[in-house]
T-cell receptor, first 113, second 115 residues
């Protein structure tokens, strides 16, 4: 079963607007990662945040992590049509940091030109 | 620089047939993972190799599924007596074991359709 739950399931915005996606999880984690998946293709790693970090930036991406609430958010600023994709959060657990990632169900982002 | 590759990209088969997929990881990566993804869902973990050793298997990996990584390089995933419920995207990923936070790099996937 999926540990993570993304919110919202679908998001439609205009180019230039910001997009915020949220992820909640249930167990203790070692790290949380965000991936992007274009339609019918493999996943692309976007950003990783460790359990002892609260915020991380990479280009137009900003990720926050609140381990007390077991939640994370991904902010994409100044969105572009090319950002249209599904976005997944994935957690790595403390005792199994070398193995599986547990993915949420994803947020489908549509950026309209 | 080549990423993770998977073959075939698409496979259509009839129920009851056996299928085999191949994954070639990034060359220096010693960890290899298989995931399954159904439409509208996130990937679900199936199994994981460290070099040639299969270290973890999900309960999703029934007796009809078998994965190998005989020389610690490429891996194969075989599904015997396929069922319609096996229709999904099968994703392979690889990573390096000395990186503590296990960033995984995914291939394009093999889309299986069981008729």
């Amino acid at each position: 079963s999926q540990q993570g739950e993304e919110d919202p399931q679908a998001l439609s915005i205009q180019e230039g607007e910001n997009a915020t996606m949220n992820c909640s999880y249930k167990t203790s984690i070692n790290n949380l990662q965000w991936y992007r998946q274009n339609s019918g293709r493999g996943l692309v790693h976007l950003i990783l945040i460790r359990s002892n970090e609260r915020e991380k930036h990479s280009g137009r991406l900003r990720v926050t992590l609140d381990t007390s609430k077991k939640s994370s958010s991904l902010l994409i600023t100044a969105s572009r049509a090319a950002d249209t994709a599904s976005y997944f959060c994935a957690t790595g657990r403390q005792e199994t940091s070398g193995s599986r990632l547990t993915f949420g169900e994803g947020t489908q982002l549509t950026v309209n030109p | 620089d080549t990423g993770v590759s998977q073959n075939p990209r698409h496979k259509i088969t009839k129920r009851g047939q056996n299928v085999t997929f191949r994954c070639d990881p990034i060359s220096e990566h010693n960890r290899l993972y298989w995931y399954r993804q159904t439409l509208g869902q996130g990937p679900e973990f199936l199994t994981y190799f460290q070099n040639e050793a299969q270290l973890e298997k999900s309960r999703l990996l029934s007796d009809r599924f078998s994965a190998e990584r005989p020389k610690g390089s490429f891996s194969t995933l075989e599904i015997q007596r396929t069922e319609q419920g096996d229709s999904a995207m099968y994703l392979c990923a690889s990573s390096l074991d000395y990186r503590p936070y296990n960033e995984q790099f995914f291939g394009p996937g093999t889309r299986l359709t069981v008729l």
